[in-house]
């Protein structure tokens, strides 16, 4: 099965913060979400960050300090699953 460009980068945001366990009251700030991407996907990598806030995967926590997410405990399993699906990593 092949992915697009866009799942593999969705993917890639939601396992490093499953990995780092950013979920409930551990949040990280959204700058942060391309980091480890090359340059020229940085822009990619915003824009699909935002489709999942909007998708409800990422819920983000507004601070004095910046805009902070963190993953949606209550769609872990589904998150866990497109990882799987489309990297190969399980939990």
């Given at each position: 099965m092949d992915f697009s460009d866009e799942d593999k980068i969705r993917a890639?945001?939601?396992?490093?913060?499953?990995r780092k366990k950013i979920m409930g009251g551990v949040h990280t700030p959204f700058d942060t979400l391309k980091?480890?991407?090359p340059s020229h996907l940085g822009k990619a990598a915003d824009k699909t960050a935002?489709?999942?806030?909007r998708k409800g995967f990422l819920i983000?926590?507004?601070?004095?300090?910046?805009?902070?997410?963190y993953l949606n405990k209550e769609k872990l399993k589904e998150i866990?699953?497109?990882?799987k699906k489309?990297?190969?990593?399980?939990?």
């Open positions: 890639t945001i939601l396992f490093h913060l499953r980091r480890g991407f935002q489709v999942l806030i983000t926590k507004p601070t004095s300090y910046g805009l902070q997410v866990e699953d497109f990882i489309v990297l190969g990593y399980e939990f």
